[in-house]
């Protein structure tokens, strides 16, 4: 039997598309008294254990944001994140059965040393495209840059006249960017920050003071506890 589309109602009380902000792994590492990577290791193999529960759970899609670009830009600590990031593509492609698609301009990526990276997460889940988990990995991600990109992407197929808000929707979504239902962000932060800014529309926001390493089964089950009993209103 199909399901409905993303914003039904008749959905559930499983978010269809769940979107994460894991912050906290360099301050869960500073309040241990251990080097900042040690964090960001944890923070990736924590990241595929969620991903875990999100499948056996039902959801369909999880974007999580791995680097946003104004991170990219602090050159200090560039090589750490990078590192981390290396880290969740290992974990996250070595499950073999999830769709992995790494949202970033490829100049972007290039600029960071991360130049195949798309290609290197396309090769090694290709087998899973279709059947499994869709995963989406944001690197030097920015919500207003997917928009403009999305934009940009209208016109030069069907020019100008095609460009309006439903066409935009429609290629976020080919680019397996379906309008989110939750938003997880770790940390104790409460904002968005820029996170899927199109797709948040309707999104139930959900945040808490783990930090990501220390997100564990009992943390995520409240998550979804939460969600189930909130009455949505869809962006009314």
């Keep these: 039997m199909s399901r409905p589309p993303h914003g039904d109602p008749s959905a559930g009380a499983v978010p269809r598309h769940l979107g994460i902000v894991p912050d906290g792994n360099r301050r869960w590492a500073r309040h241990r008294g251990v080097p900042a990577r040690y964090g960001y290791r944890r923070g990736a193999d924590r990241t595929v254990e969620v991903l875990r529960w999100c499948e056996e759970a039902g959801m369909e899609t999880v974007t999580v944001w791995a680097l946003s670009q104004a991170n990219a830009a602090k050159r200090q600590e560039l090589p750490v994140l990078l590192e981390g990031i290396t880290a969740l593509v290992d974990g996250v492609t070595a499950e ?140 009314a």
């Design 96 to 235: 073999g059965g999830w769709d992995v698609n790494v949202l970033g301009s490829p100049e972007q990526l290039d600029t960071l040393g991360l130049t195949g990276l798309s290609g290197r997460a396309r090769d090694a889940a290709g087998t899973g495209r279709g059947a499994g988990l869709r995963v989406n990995l944001a690197v030097a991600y920015d919500g207003h840059e997917e928009i403009v990109a999305a934009a940009h992407a209208v016109i030069a197929e069907g020019g100008v006249e095609a460009l309006d808000s439903a066409a935009v929707g429609r290629r976020l979504e080919r680019w397996g960017q379906p309008g989110c239902d939750l938003i997880l962000r770790t940390s104790g932060e409460q904002r968005l920050s820029g996170f899927l800014l199109w797709q948040s529309l309707a999104a139930e926001l959900y945040f808490t003071p783990e930090h990501w390493p220390d997100f564990d089964r009992a943390a995520f089950d409240a998550m979804l506890a939460s969600f189930a009993g909130r009455e949505r209103r869809f962006g």
